[in-house]
């Protein structure tokens, strides 16, 4: 059973466009959803996280949106430059007195950016 | 501050050799996870010590697999008789205390031949 749904497997933009990655999950008891960007070779970077008592959370070019009744969120990533080229996951993980806990992930999006 | 490291980064194993990787967190950070990735894959939770206790290993595939942390700091994950099957990347993660961010190094890739 997969908890977490990443949409679209792959996704193809040109440089200034705005690529929306989007996540849907089954478990109402998560309540951290972070966004981490993977290079090739590299492990995953933390991008931004949001939780659910707020519906959107900007920092710098990338923006989390949050629907906590349909149980989706999605990353925006403004003005999109070729550098952004990378596979983008989703995660979400249940809070555990104050201090993170197992992360669930989704199966990830390769974004490419064209110049 | 330095990040989280591991090493080896590459490790190439017979099948049945055994293996041990290790996971160096970042510094004050009690929180400590191992995950798998398959390529093409998403990270996939293995086990989670905080501080010298493992807490969670539901993730761990088979009694193959070991991980220990008797220091609270370093932690090593081993793997027994290797299959192929076991080919993937092993990613390490720490989390400050009450903080929900996990950092993660940049992995062990292992191939078993």
């Known amino acids: 059973q997969q908890q977490v749904k990443q949409s679209p497997q792959s996704l193809i933009v040109q440089k200034g466009g705005i690529p929306i990655i989007n996540c849907a999950y089954e478990?109402?008891?998560?309540?951290?959803f972070p966004w981490y960007q993977q290079f090739p070779g590299k492990g995953p970077a933390l991008l931004i996280a949001?939780?659910?008592?707020?519906s959107e959370k900007k920092e710098g070019r990338f923006t989390i949106s949050f629907n906590k009744s349909a149980k989706q969120f999605s990353l925006h990533i403004m003005d999109s430059q070729p550098g952004d080229s990378a596979t983008y996951f989703c995660?979400?993980?249940?809070?555990?007195?104050?201090?993170?806990?197992?992360?669930?992930f989704g199966k990830g999006t390769l974004l490419t950016v064209n110049p | 501050g330095a990040g989280v490291s591991q090493s080896p980064r590459y490790k190439v194993a017979k099948r049945g050799q055994d293996v041990a990787l290790r996971c160096d967190p970042i510094s004050g950070h009690v929180s400590l996870f191992w995950y798998q990735q398959a390529l093409g894959q998403g990270p996939e939770f293995l086990t989670y010590?905080?501080?010298?206790?493992?807490?969670?290993k539901s993730g761990l595939p088979s009694d193959r697999f070991f991980a220990e942390r008797p220091e609270g700091s370093v932690s090593t994950l081993k793997i027994q008789r290797t299959q192929q099957e076991d080919s993937a990347v092993y990613l390490c993660?720490?989390?400050?205390?009450?903080?929900?961010?996990?950092?993660f190094g940049p992995g062990t890739r292992l191939t078993v031949t």
């Open positions: 010590f905080q501080n010298e206790a493992q807490l969670d």
């Open positions: 995660a979400a993980s249940i809070g555990s007195g104050g201090s993170n806990y197992k992360l669930t």
């Open positions: 478990n109402t008891a998560f309540d951290y």
């Open positions: 993660a720490s989390s400050p205390p009450f903080g929900y961010e996990q950092y």
């Open positions: 949001i939780r659910p008592d707020v």
